[in-house]
């Protein structure tokens, strides 16, 4: 959602698993020049094509979102077979790296969680081994559940040099403008 020289996306929190919002304005630095001390973690679960998770009830799908559209072409290779090499077309432009149904955005929100206003990108992605045991077909929506997941080797976290700032809004900001 577009509006005011900002956009609006829905996000999931990383303690309880509840909807929240945050808030980007337009032309923020980015990457944002933060202190890594002054940042906190943004997780993308990237869904795979074959997971059964429903892409509609996931936070972003490749196509509208503008921001990660495709698994990175290194990332994708590494995993074999569970983001397939392709090129999407959005209105964003045209990508090419690994196809996957879409993502969801995880942070802390305060006072339970890991909670800033720049928060530092890490890409959550899923091994061949969740799709053989079907760790793949099911949302992460805690810390707790990701945790579990790194720790039966289902998913991998990739740390990227992207810290950007937003903020966490409430659900009117969201509403009031679809």
């Not at 933060?34 to 993308?44: E, I, K, Q």
């Not at 799908?61 to 077309?89: E, F």
């Not at 890490?122 to 061949?128: E, G, H, N, Q, S």
């Amino acid at each position: 959602m577009f509006f005011a020289q900002a956009s609006v996306e829905p996000a999931v929190n990383d303690a309880d698993g509840s909807t929240v919002y945050l808030l980007t304005p337009n032309n923020a630095p980015f990457p944002s020049n933060a202190n890594p001390v002054a940042t906190a973690p943004l997780y993308l679960p990237m869904y795979p094509l074959s997971s059964t998770v429903t892409a509609a009830g996931l936070n972003c799908q490749p196509t509208n979102c503008d921001h990660v559209n495709v698994v990175p072409p290194p990332l994708a290779a590494a995993l074999g077979p569970v983001y397939p090499s392709g090129t999407i077309s959005t209105p964003f432009g045209s990508f090419t790296g690994g196809l996957y149904k879409g993502h969801d955005h995880l942070v802390g929100v305060a006072p339970t969680g890991d909670f800033n206003v720049a928060w530092h990108v890490i890409l959550v992605a899923f091994t061949p081994k969740a799709l053989f045991d079907g760790a793949a077909n099911t949302r992460i929506m805690t810390l707790a559940q990701l945790g579990a997941d790194v720790a039966n080797n289902d998913v991998i976290e990739v740390s990227t040099p992207i810290t950007f700032n937003c903020s966490i809004v409430n659900e009117r900001v969201y509403t009031q403008h679809i």
